[in-house]
């Protein structure tokens, strides 16, 4: 089977899952340039010409699951015309229970036939300096790692006669799946002594519900909680000022500071 051309689809507010991603399509070697399908901003228009030998498809892990948003917006944009996928969930060094799962299923309701999948770590949305966990991942270890896999991939591939010959690739997760993120008006606040009002915030939240004028207004109801305006902000003005959100952090700082490795199954 072909591995010569690929297209990675991912959401990354914070970056951390593109790096992944990419540093897979490079372990591909490749005879031509990457297309790519970036799924962190709305659309306007749905992707053309989507033919490839295999698509790559990334996304975070939030709280065991495969964001809502990120599988709207798969359902909405992507096609899987009978394409290999290979399928990888980036979490934050706690757990990612079923959300490789739920993205497997996914790509095989869109049409893609999965060929190998996997969970790598990257550094937690909550993360800061005084409580930070995962911090700097995915490092150079992971990014080799990555590369290695996508090289594994390519090799399963070109040793494959055809995809009807291949077993339902196996993952972990359960069904029904587990609660993921519940609906809850907070967001991130702005510390109006430190805001430059640069518009960084709106910038880069993926909902689009952070809005800049003479103040930066959020729509609660609306965040996802990615952290990708606190992540991004130049001056540091905005930050978690939610009580809960503290006390997960602490959580995850103090029970889940030992380093995991990558998994992978192919």
């Not at 698509?55 to 709207?72: H, K, N």
Request: contains cysteine; neutral net charge.
């Amino acid at each position: 089977m072909k591995c010569d051309t690929a297209q990675l689809i991912f959401f990354s507010p914070t970056k951390t899952t593109m790096k992944i991603v990419d540093a897979i399509g490079e372990g591909m070697k490749l005879s031509t340039p990457l297309s790519r399908i970036d799924l962190t901003f709305p659309l306007d228009t749905v992707p053309q010409g989507q033919a490839s030998d295999v698509a790559v498809i990334g996304t975070p892990g939030y709280a065991g699951r495969v964001p809502a948003l990120v599988v709207d917006r798969l359902r909405q944009n992507v096609q899987g015309k009978g394409r290999p996928a290979v399928l990888v969930v980036v979490y934050g060094n706690r757990a990612y229970e079923d959300a490789l799962l739920e993205l497997r299923n996914v790509a095989e309701e869109l049409g893609f036939v999965p060929v190998g999948a996997a969970a790598f770590i990257g550094e937690h949305s909550f993360s800061t300096a005084e409580l930070p966990v995962a911090a700097g991942r995915p490092d150079a270890d992971d990014l080799k790692k990555a590369r290695d896999f996508g090289s594994r991939i390519r090799e399963k591939m070109q040793a494959c006669g055809a995809l009807d010959q291949l077993p339902l690739l196996q993952v972990p997760g359960n069904f029904p799946y587990r609660d993921g993120i519940q609906p809850s008006s907070i967001s991130p606040d702005t510390n109006e002594a430190l805001c430059t009002l640069c518009g960084e915030c709106a910038r880069v939240c993926p909902t689009q519900v952070v809005r800049v004028t003479d103040l930066v207004h959020t729509d609660k109801s609306g965040c996802i909680r990615c952290s990708a305006c606190i992540k991004a902000c130049p001056t540091g003005a905005r930050f978690w000022n939610v009580p809960k959100i503290h006390d997960t952090t602490v959580f995850l700082h103090t029970k889940h500071a030992a380093p995991k490795e990558p998994e992978m199954f192919l």
